[in-house]
């Protein structure tokens, strides 16, 4: 799969799913994790998908406790505002 150069934020929704298995190809989530340092939307859409995801039991994902309870209060915020 070939993407543009830069990713609009519907393709990095698309991709989530894809990024969290680790089936992207290494250009792909490079571009993917570019794009999420400067749209606080996606970043906060992936960690939506990461919780779900880990509350599901599906993909065995696991954040370290810090790390994680920092991205928590980040989308709680980001929910909240
Ligand atoms: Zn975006």
């Given at each position: 799969?070939?993407?543009?150069?830069?990713?609009?934020?519907?393709?990095?929704?698309?991709?989530v799913?894809?990024?969290?298995?680790?089936?992207?190809?290494?250009?792909?989530?490079?571009?993917?994790?570019?794009?999420?340092?400067?749209?606080?939307?996606?970043?906060?859409?992936?960690?939506?998908?990461?919780?779900?995801?880990r509350?599901?039991?599906?993909?065995?994902?696991?954040?370290?406790?810090?790390?994680?309870?920092?991205?928590?209060?980040?989308?709680?915020?980001?929910?909240?505002?």
């Amino acid at each position: 799969m070939k993407l543009e150069r830069e990713l609009a934020c519907r393709q990095v929704v698309e991709l989530v799913t894809a990024y969290l298995d680790d089936a992207l190809d290494p250009v792909d989530r490079e571009r993917f994790e570019e794009h999420l340092v400067f749209c606080d939307g996606c970043a906060n859409y992936l960690e939506q998908m990461r919780a779900t995801i880990r509350l599901a039991g599906g993909a065995g994902l696991v954040l370290p406790p810090a790390l994680e309870s920092r991205l928590l209060d980040a989308f709680n915020d980001w929910r909240t505002s």
